[in-house]
């Protein structure tokens, strides 16, 4: 026989029965095997009420975090209730059943705050979506077809990524999204292919090109070679861009076969520079007997001079090209003076106008004599205002007269 032992909440009699007690009394909740120790049995049965108040206390922590969605959160509690009524374990089940209840309404509410977040998040989405649409379509009616392609893709991820819509409303956008992207690539898969065969015409072309380029690399005509390269460039332009994989390896070759004709050509140069060097120290000789000539003192001695200097000049031969500017634009300089000492000695020496100054002198002084007698009868009879008009007339043609002597006498 076993010694009865009490609980809180239950006791086990001598015959080894576990006792709970409730608001409407006690309740058999199990037995103990008899001759052991009654604490042993409260121990268990209490052990078992503590699961079940931390599955209490676990649902409540969950439901708080929002962990749980108001459908699971629904299966949870029903099963919590489930495990507590009628269960065996020493405890006060009556408040865990209590705090169950209370959670109902907390239910209620996560349930409605979903409901109202699932609202905006598809108002959200909606927003979003046809955003998405608008710029998908805008990036449609373009021609970056590169960067295009990218920010549909980019487009498409977004999309994914959205809640879904009402079905019509979602269909109905989807259809736009999707056409729009459908439209751009088929014209992006035209595009390339007509790229595609231009850049195989362009690599017909160049090739043709460096052929061309190759065959002149041994000529010796430099100035005319020169200019058949340029043009050749300007038809490697022209002709657009190669295949990538080939474009840079057809460059090299074009660009090779040039850099063997300019490298001759500098060559063949820098050989007539250093022939030519001779010829400039012959021209800097000939430039200081020229500059003695400045300034110019005696026209005639000079344009003597320097037509020697210009024959001895031109027998000199040619100068290295660095040198052609600075010789030639010293020498041009001496020929300028002596140019501009003749226009000088040809306006001061000019028949014409000689002639001009000499009939405007004699009409002057014709027109004094004749001002002179005038002014004389004016006065002998007394004509005041007459001889004032006819003396003032006189004194203007004795200052012009002053003018035009001046004149002749720089053509004298």
Do not use: C
Not at 50 to 60: P, R
Not at 282 to 308: G, Q, S, W, Y
């Amino acid at each position: 026989m076993t010694t009865p032992a009490e609980h809180p909440w239950g006791r086990v009699d001598d015959e080894g029965n576990v006792h709970l007690r409730t608001a409407d009394g006690e309740r058999l909740i199990g037995q103990w095997a008899a001759g052991s120790d009654p604490a042993e049995a409260l121990a268990f049965y209490e052990r078992r009420f503590g699961a079940l108040e931390t599955e209490v206390e676990l649902l409540e922590k969950r439901l708080e975090s929002g962990a749980l969605s108001p459908t699971d959160a629904v299966k949870a509690l029903d099963k919590a209730r489930e495990n507590i009524t009628d269960a065996a374990a020493l405890g006060d089940l009556a408040s865990l059943e209590t705090r169950l209840e209370a959670l109902a309404p907390q239910i209620e509410k996560a349930r409605e705050e979903r409901k109202a977040a699932r609202v905006a998040e598809q108002a959200e989405s909606e927003v979003r979506k046809n955003a998405i649409v608008a710029e998908a379509e805008k990036v449609a009616a373009g021609t970056d077809y590169r960067k295009g392609a990218d920010r549909l893709s980019e487009l498409l991820d977004e999309w994914k990524a959205l809640p879904r819509l009402a079905k019509a409303a979602d269909d109905a956008l989807w259809h736009r999204f999707s056409g729009a992207r459908t439209s751009f690539m088929r014209r992006r898969k035209t595009f390339f292919a007509e790229q595609d065969g231009k850049r195989s015409e362009a690599k017909k072309v160049k090739e043709k090109l460096i052929a061309e380029a190759e065959a002149l690399s041994s000529s010796t005509d430099f100035g005319a070679t020169a200019g058949a390269y340029r043009d050749l460039m300007s038809r490697w332009k022209a002709a657009g861009a190669a295949p990538r994989n080939v474009e840079d390896k057809l460059w090299k070759r074009f660009r090779a076969a040039q850099d063997v004709f300019f490298q001759a050509r500098d060559e063949a140069n820098a050989a007539l520079d250093a022939e030519f060097a001779v010829n400039a120290e012959a021209k800097e000789k000939l430039l200081v007997e020229a500059e003695a000539l400045l300034p110019i003192t005696n026209l005639e001695t000079a344009r003597r001079a320097m037509n020697d200097i210009a024959d001895r000049w031109e027998a000199a031969g040619k100068v290295p090209r660095a040198r052609i500017s600075e010789l030639e634009g010293r020498i041009k300089k001496v020929e300028q003076a002596i140019k501009a000492a003749g226009d000088q000695e040809w306006k001061r020496t000019d028949p014409e106008k000689s002639a001009r100054a000499d009939d405007m002198v004699s009409k002057l002084e014709r027109a004094i004599t004749e001002a002179e007698e005038a002014l004389a009868k004016a006065e002998a009879a007394g004509d005041a205002r007459k001889t004032k008009d006819l003396a003032a007339k006189l004194e203007s043609h004795r200052s012009f007269l002053a003018m035009a002597q001046q004149a002749q006498s720089d053509y004298s």
